[in-house]
């Protein structure tokens, strides 16, 4: 995150403020006054605003934090352009951050707990894979992948444009977004917020009843449960770097 005195940091909030306070994606869940509350003290770094400062309330503060990374950037700092040409894995724990556009030739796979966040559009060619357990990738632009699968937070200040399937799954964390659009939506036990939803086929939620068409829409082979469901897409999908 650029260097950027405190009182500048302080006004472009004081602005993105006003916006929030007419954006859906955060009132639905958020309170100014508690994010006024939690931005008191401004972090340094981008790991003591997501890993610290924001990292225990609902995923609207996350998302405003996505917004804010995004703003210094753009006002502060030269665009750049991150390019991983075989794929990216970001570790259990780790914290990576892109002050521009993220472009991945392969898959992006996030370990238990990583953090991502892009203050420009992500461009993943392969599949964004989060972690077993939680993961964020906030994106302040547009975000576009093959595949997406994730039992974490995905949060974008833009379009998310999946060409195959979008797989949420687990409901302790969600997904916001402007739009989405995907061949296959799966939001299992999710409460993701996606002002508009483009989707081919869509399930709300796996039943027994729901397995065999749930495998032949994500291209798995014949599965019992919804575990062996998860681990057959999650192999398939890496599979593909």
Request: charged share 20%; net charge negative.
């Amino acid at each position: 995150m650029p260097t950027v005195p405190k009182n500048q940091v302080r006004e472009l909030y004081a602005e993105l403020r006003f916006r929030l306070a007419q954006d859906p994606l955060f009132t639905g869940s958020g309170s100014l006054d508690t994010l006024d509350g939690l931005m008191a003290k401004l972090p340094d770094t981008v790991e003591q605003l997501f890993g610290d400062t924001l990292s225990g309330d609902a995923d609207a503060y996350r998302y405003a934090g996505v917004l804010l990374c995004g703003e210094l950037v753009r006002r502060f700092a030269a665009h750049e352009v991150y390019t991983h040409d075989t794929g990216l894995a970001v570790d259990d724990g780790e914290v990576l951050f892109f002050g521009g556009d993220l472009r991945v030739g392969g898959n992006l796979v996030l370990g238990d707990k990583a953090i991502v966040v892009v203050a420009g559009d992500a461009e993943i060619e392969g599949s964004i894979v989060g972690g077993e357990g939680a993961s964020l990738l906030g994106v302040a632009g547009a975000v576009t992948a093959g595949n997406v699968m994730t039992r974490g937070e995905l949060l974008a200040g833009q379009r998310v444009t999946v060409q195959d399937v979008a797989y949420f799954s687990g409901n302790g964390c969600s997904a916001l977004a402007p739009a989405l659009r995907a061949r296959v939506l799966v939001e299992n036990k999710r409460l993701n917020t996606f002002s508009k939803v483009n989707a081919d086929d869509q399930l709300a939620e796996l039943t027994a009843d729901h397995l065999a068409r749930a495998a032949a829409l994500l291209g798995v082979g014949q599965v019992d449960t919804v575990v062996e469901l998860e681990q057959a897409l999650r192999s398939r999908l890496t599979a593909s770097s």
